[in-house]
């Protein structure tokens, strides 16, 4: 056994791909500088294959797996130069392709001392374009508070350029972290279903006796053309009702979007 920071895992559903009823499980081996490692199972997880890195043996955190329609594997993770990246397996899980990079994603260290790693989230529409989100703060002067960004793919190889999700103006001082995105999977094309769950603070610059900790939604039902008006989730927080950590204040790592 070997300790793992985070570990993430589907299935390949869909009856026309030709690595039909295969798992793919994903984690990264801290024991190993979070060093990339896949395994598949052709058994619906009975058994396992051996561990395998990428052919560029790449490191990062926060991969999570998504299975295009064609068959064709796609992980996406947060790497160690200050990005996102990708990498696939067009093989069923035999080999792994060196990652590619998606985008870098300067980020805003959140006040407060709040734990807060700006692990991406992703999630596949049912005609299988793949929208990877993140916390980042290139629309905001000074870098001063981060917005939640996405960009696309349709094979994991190549990607959109990022797009802000407007959740609130970049003139404000909200800054967002710590979010999941997820997709009606019978939506597609310029009719997908987005829903973005998040963490904020309404007022950025803070410290721990007056940051402000809240949780939002927003959704878009037309591919992120236009969002509806962001909703509060339940009540504030106060930091010193949180568990610390070697890593400051934790009020999760991830969080999690589904339809």
């Known amino acids: 056994s070997f300790p793992t920071r985070r570990s993430s895992d589907l299935c390949d559903n869909t009856p026309s791909s030709p690595f039909y009823g295969n798992?793919?499980?994903?984690?990264?081996?801290?024991?190993?500088?979070?060093?990339l490692q896949m395994s598949t199972s052709s058994d619906g997880g009975l058994t396992w294959g051996t561990n395998k890195g990428t052919a560029g043996n790449d490191f990062g955190i926060g991969g999570q797996p998504v299975v295009l329609l064609n068959g064709t594997v796609v992980v996406t993770y947060a790497d160690f130069s200050g990005g996102m990246s990708a990498f696939t397996s067009t093989n069923g899980g035999q080999s792994w392709n060196a990652a590619i990079s998606v985008a870098n994603a300067p980020s805003h260290g959140e006040a407060g001392g709040l734990r807060s790693a700006g692990l991406p989230s992703v999630a596949i529409d049912h005609g299988g374009t793949i929208y990877l989100s993140w916390s980042d703060c290139r629309f905001r002067a000074g870098c001063a508070e981060n917005d939640i960004v996405y960009s696309t793919s349709t094979d994991g190889t190549h990607w959109?350029?990022?797009?802000?999700?407007?959740?609130?103006?970049?003139?404000?001082?909200?800054?967002?972290?710590?979010?999941?995105?997820?997709?009606?999977?019978?939506?597609?094309?310029?009719?997908?279903?987005?829903?973005?769950?998040?963490?904020?603070?309404?007022?950025?610059?803070?410290?721990?006796?007056?940051?402000?900790?809240?949780?939002?939604?927003?959704?878009?039902?037309?591919?992120?053309?236009?969002?509806?008006y962001p909703l509060q989730l339940g009540t504030p927080m106060q930091l010193s009702w949180l568990p610390n950590t070697f890593s400051g204040r934790m009020v999760a790592d991830y969080v999690a979007t589904v339809f």
């Open 23 to 35: 798992c793919y499980q994903e984690w990264d081996d801290t024991e190993q500088g979070d060093f």
């Open 160 to 228: 959109s350029a990022v797009v802000r999700i407007p959740i609130d103006p970049v003139t404000s001082t909200v800054d967002h972290f710590i979010q999941g995105l997820g997709i009606d999977p019978n939506s597609s094309g310029s009719s997908a279903h987005l829903g973005l769950t998040y963490y904020y603070y309404p007022v950025s610059n803070c410290n721990p006796s007056t940051c402000v900790l809240l949780a939002g939604f927003i959704q878009s039902t037309n591919a992120g053309s236009t969002w509806s």
